[in-house]
């Protein structure tokens, strides 16, 4: 059987990680790696190859950043190409992002079979481009990979039933099998933070770091958190954040600690010994909460519903106002839930739900 799988974005690396070194052991599968190149800064993209041991992509499409239309489009005319070329049984497409729906959209014009992992999450707003990019690559998938039974129920309601798959988060078996790669005492001694308390915050949503009044109020947000707790703020800036902070002047932000965007083992060690995490990232939410850390998230809502109802992540509008009111609830004593998302077994159980669906 020959899979082609296609990652993109930095969280697409992190999971296909595992995916990858999954399927090269399994003898019935020849698995091809596609890079769409949305992601191509080397603290963006290259570094995780490099410290997750992802073979290089057979290829790389290039499509560098642009508008949705372009970067989408751009991946569905290089998928198209290389799918015509390879012929594979099935494509692998992970998540929500302008890669996924591009090279989803493009094998199914070819009656190619599409395998999402990461299926059935559902957030408001409708109109969001991860939410449009997700629900259309349901639309078009033959087989189902859910983090939780959220996922499954949310697929069922759109009747969605054949091919669905409750296989945990593979984000979960990443951490688990990289944690004795983490260095924590490098980065902190690299940042300066031995025997200093600390949140770690990232923030790259376009509906956050776009308009310079909302920034301007995450960072006031973040300020008063910083002056009433004395805890550092380590803020590795995302490139679109960086160009947005450089727009509202440097004076206002000169209490974080900006650092370049880090690669996944440095991330996760500097998390290990965070107080908290502020993020509006989808990833770094639920990778708080694998290191026993909870995250206050700057979203309208999040996919990952079942940690805020058990009372672990904290939603919270991106202003300062409703920040501090989050801060208040997030250094309250809280219980951390236990195995939402599987027990870091994701890998196996997808591969076997795709042999179990296209052998
Ligand atoms: C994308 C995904 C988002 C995911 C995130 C992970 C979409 C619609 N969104 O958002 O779901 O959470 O990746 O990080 O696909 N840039 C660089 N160098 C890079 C990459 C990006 O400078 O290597 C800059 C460019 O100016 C680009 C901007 O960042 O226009 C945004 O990048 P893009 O890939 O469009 O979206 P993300 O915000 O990263």
């Given at each position: 059987m020959k899979i082609i799988s296609l990652v993109g974005a930095r969280p697409q690396f992190i999971k296909e990680a595992i995916l990858n070194s999954a399927a090269r052991a399994s003898e019935a599968w020849k698995h091809i790696l596609v890079h769409s190149g949305q992601h191509y800064d080397i603290s963006m993209s290259d570094i995780f190859f490099g410290e997750l041991g992802?073979?290089?992509?057979?290829?790389?499409?290039?499509?560098?950043?642009?508008?949705h239309a372009e970067t989408t489009g751009a991946v569905l005319i290089g998928m198209e190409k290389i799918l015509l070329a390879e012929k594979p049984d099935a494509l692998i497409v992970y998540g929500d992002t302008n890669t996924t729906l591009g090279g989803a959209l493009a094998a199914s014009k070819l009656h190619i079979p599409i395998i999402h992992v990461e299926a059935g999450i559902r957030m408001l707003p409708r109109d969001m481009p991860e939410e449009i990019n997700r629900n259309l690559t349901d639309r078009i998938s033959t087989v189902f990979c859910c983090c939780s039974d959220l996922g499954a129920k949310n697929l069922e309601r759109e009747n969605?039933?054949?091919?669905?798959?409750?296989?945990?988060?593979i984000m979960l078996d990443v951490i688990m099998r990289m944690k004795d790669k983490f260095k924590y005492n490098e980065i902190m001694n690299k940042l300066g933070l031995e025997n200093t308390p600390y949140i770690v915050s990232t923030i790259h949503r376009d509906y956050n770091v776009d308009d310079p009044e909302k920034l301007t109020q995450i960072i006031s947000g973040l300020d008063q958190i910083r002056q009433l707790t004395g805890f550092r703020i380590v803020f590795p800036v995302h490139p679109r954040t960086k160009r947005a902070l450089d727009k509202i002047g440097s004076l206002s932000v000169e209490f974080l600690d900006i650092i370049e965007p880090l690669g996944y083992l440095e991330l996760m060690s500097l998390t290990q010994n965070a107080e908290f995490v502020i993020t509006d990232s989808g990833g770094f939410q639920k990778e708080a909460y694998y290191s026993g850390k909870r995250a206050l998230v700057?979203?309208?809502?999040?996919?990952?519903r079942e940690l805020v109802e058990a009372g672990w992540n904290i939603l919270c509008s991106p202003n300062a106002e409703d920040m501090m009111a989050g801060y208040e609830k997030i250094i309250r004593q809280a219980n951390i839930p236990h195995e939402i998302y599987g027990n870091g077994q994701a890998s196996e159980k997808i591969i076997a739900s795709i042999m179990h669906e296209l052998c």
């Open positions: 992802i073979p290089k992509p057979t290829y790389n499409l290039g499509v560098g950043s642009g508008t969605l039933t054949e091919g669905v798959h409750v296989c945990g988060d700057l979203m309208p809502d999040t996919g990952w």
